[in-house]
Nanobody
Framework: QVQLVESGGGSVQAGESLRLSCSASGRTFWHMAWFRQAPGKEREFVATIPLRGSSTLYADSVKGRFTISRNSAKDTVYLQMDDLRPEDTAVYYC????????????????????WGQGTQVTVSS
């Protein structure tokens, strides 16, 4: 049974940091990613990382502040979020895809087969 379990969300002040974790089980995934959804908004791409290599991809809104990393031996992906802003407030979802996909498609939520339950991140000013 495939499972993605997120942890690490919480409430912080603007400028502070949080680290999200997503533990995967059931199979090996080529792409693992983070998406987020704020109230009243559509789910949006945050970052993605492949099973091997260092070709990470970030949304412009988080570039330079967030870092995605992966421990393939533990089937875990992390999202280090620094200099958090109120506009980062959202439910953050871990997503995974079994097979490789071209770079131009990696930010598309429809390309991901499995999703976690989400973890809330709240940033106050």
């Amino acid at each position: 049974q495939v499972q993605l379990v997120e942890s690490g969300g919480g409430s912080v002040q603007a400028g502070e940091s949080l680290r999200l974790s997503c533990s995967a089980s059931g199979r090996t995934f080529w792409h693992m990613a983070w998406f987020r959804q704020a109230p009243g908004k559509e789910r949006e791409f945050v970052a993605t990382i492949p099973l091997r290599g260092s070709s990470t991809l970030y949304a412009d809104s988080v570039k330079g502040r967030f870092t995605i990393s992966r421990n393939s031996a533990k089937d875990t992906v992390y999202l280090q979020m620094d200099d958090l802003r109120p506009e980062d407030t959202a439910v953050y979802y871990c997503a995974a895809r079994t097979n490789r996909v071209v770079v131009s498609a990696q930010a598309d939520a429809r390309q991901y087969d499995y999703w976690g339950q989400g973890t809330q991140v709240t940033v106050s000013s």
